[in-house]
């Protein structure tokens, strides 16, 4: 079972008009559940979901996504064999320690909430492979996160970050950062040492000049530096698995030279008409999800004692 709004591939949420919450195509009844359910008051609705969940889900998959949710239910933390956890689109600042009782964890989707910091139980969840932490009020990650070494995808759009984190640096699996709508001016130059990352966004950030350490990747498959206030672009040509760079809506006098074959989105792209930005990235995306690792092999669930 595909948790609402979230693709298969599990490369990324929906945008915020499709968000994993808000967005997509719902099913009549599941759409007729969360109308009624707007309508209760916060302590209700909690009382509501945790009584809908007593005991593990078949597939492994909790989704609790637009639940206003101010707490967390604990009890969720006795299904040990949980492997993805959809907390989208609540009202929760923190996150019970018993958490870390899910050591199978592999995807936690916290974005749209109201988290200031990351709770540290996160950082315990080793397992993880895709953490979604997007549209918070975060400036920071703490050092704690380099503990989670099997990271595949990082999404920390739309907070409040003004630097990348340098621990995302340490994150040496790590193949896709979504990085977009934060206040970001520079990009550290430890981020050559993610080996395995293959599409970077930055899209919607304070970029003044092309960030000099992406000319040292030459493994990236898809820049975006869409939205920012770039004005020259230096030669891409040698970022030899380059596929395509999105750099419209800069101020920029020319445009990245590139290999024959990459795609370029922006002013002075080859194509004619010039094609739409937002439907680049969509097709860069879909492409990344179709490539995107699957995630471990599950072990069967245990019998239970009926």
């Not at 019970?96 to 974005?111: C, K, M, R, V």
């Not at 009020?137 to 703490?142: G, H, I, N, S, V």
């Amino acid at each position: 079972m595909q948790s609402p709004g979230y693709n298969e591939g599990e490369g990324r949420p929906q945008s915020r008009s499709s968000s994993p919450v808000v967005g997509g195509l719902r099913l009549a009844m599941g759409n007729t559940i969360r109308a009624f359910v707007a309508f209760i008051p916060a302590d209700r609705c909690q009382n509501y979901v945790a009584r809908d969940l007593r005991e593990m889900p078949l597939d492994r998959m909790v989704d609790l996504s637009g639940s206003q949710l101010r707490r967390f239910p604990v009890h969720v933390c006795s299904f040990q064999e949980l492997v993805k956890l959809y907390l989208s689109d609540n009202r929760l600042n923190s996150l019970p320690p018993e958490l870390g009782q899910l050591q199978n964890l592999q995807i936690l989707a916290l974005d749209f909430n109201n988290f200031k910091a990351l709770p540290q139980v996160v950082c315990t969840l080793k397992q993880l492979c895709i953490l979604y932490l997007g549209n918070n009020k975060l400036c920071d990650l703490p050092r704690e996160l380099s503990l989670l070494q099997n990271l595949r995808t990082l999404w920390v759009e739309a907070n409040y970050l003004t630097k990348l984190p340098e621990v995302v640096c340490e994150l040496s699996l790590l193949k896709t950062l979504h990085a977009g709508s934060n206040a970001l001016r520079l990009l550290p130059g430890q981020l050559q040492r993610l080996r395995e990352l293959r599409t970077i966004w930055l899209s919607g950030n304070l970029l003044t000049d092309f960030p000099p350490v992406l000319l040292h990747m030459p493994f990236l498959e898809i820049i975006d530096v869409d939205r920012n206030s770039i004005r020259y672009f230096p030669s891409l040509a040698h970022l030899s698995s380059l596929k395509l760079v999105i750099y419209d809506h800069n101020p920029c006098r020319n445009a990245p030279k590139v290999a024959k074959g990459v795609r370029r989105v922006g002013r002075w792209a080859e194509e004619t008409p010039e094609p739409d930005p937002r439907k680049a990235r969509r097709y860069a995306l879909a492409r990344e999800e179709s490539q995107e690792a699957q995630l471990p092999a599950l072990p069967p669930l245990p019998p239970t004692n009926s």
